[in-house]
C-alpha cells in the first residue's frame, strides 16, 4: 500500500523558513518522481519542485526558485523542501505526490497534476507579513 506522509507545516513570518518532510512507503522510491505541489485559497494546485528517485535531477517553478530546495534521502525513502525566504505568497496546502510511471529523464517543463497518481493528506504553510 503506497503511502506518503507530510509533515512539518507551520505558521511563520516572512522572511522565515520552514523545512517539510515527506516520507513514503510501498514502492521503491529510486524508481518514483516525487514532487511538492501546493494549493492556496481560491487557487489551482501548483507544482512548486520535483526530484528524480533515481538520479535525483531537479524541477523548479520560476516562483520559488533560488527559495525553495528539494531534496532526498533514498535510505529513508523521504523527500524534504526546504523553503527559505518565505512570503506571504508562499502561503498554502502544501502537499507530496509521486509517479512512479515517470519516463526515465524527463525533465518537466511545468507540473501537471494529473501525472501524479500518489497524494500525502498535506501540510499547512502560513506565512505572515
Given at each position: 500500500q503506497?503511502?506518503?506522509?507530510?509533515?512539518?507545516?507551520?505558521s511563520v513570518q516572512s522572511g522565515g523558513s520552514l523545512r517539510l518532510s515527506c516520507a513514503t512507503s510501498g514502492f521503491t522510491y529510486s524508481g518514483a518522481y516525487m514532487?511538492?505541489?501546493?494549493q492556496g485559497s481560491g487557487t489551482e494546485r501548483e507544482g512548486v519542485a520535483s526530484i528524480d528517485g533515481g538520479d535525483g535531477?531537479?524541477?523548479?517553478?520560476?516562483?520559488?526558485?533560488?527559495?525553495?530546495?528539494?531534496?532526498?534521502?533514498?535510505?529513508?525513502?523521504?523527500?524534504?523542501?526546504?523553503m527559505n525566504g518565505l512570503k506571504p505568497e508562499d502561503t498554502a496546502m502544501y502537499y507530496c505526490a509521486a509517479d512512479l510511471?515517470?519516463?526515465?529523464?524527463?525533465?518537466?517543463?511545468?507540473?501537471?497534476?494529473?501525472?501524479?497518481?500518489y497524494w500525502g493528506q498535506g501540510t499547512q504553510v502560513t506565512v505572515s507579513s
Open positions: 503506497v503511502r506518503l506522509v507530510e509533515t512539518g507545516g507551520g514532487a511538492w505541489f501546493r535531477a531537479t524541477y523548479y517553478a520560476d516562483s520559488v526558485k533560488g527559495r525553495f530546495t528539494i531534496s532526498q534521502d533514498n535510505a529513508k525513502s523521504t523527500v524534504y523542501l526546504q510511471d515517470w519516463p526515465q529523464g524527463l525533465v518537466p517543463i511545468e507540473l501537471d497534476s494529473t501525472d501524479f497518481h
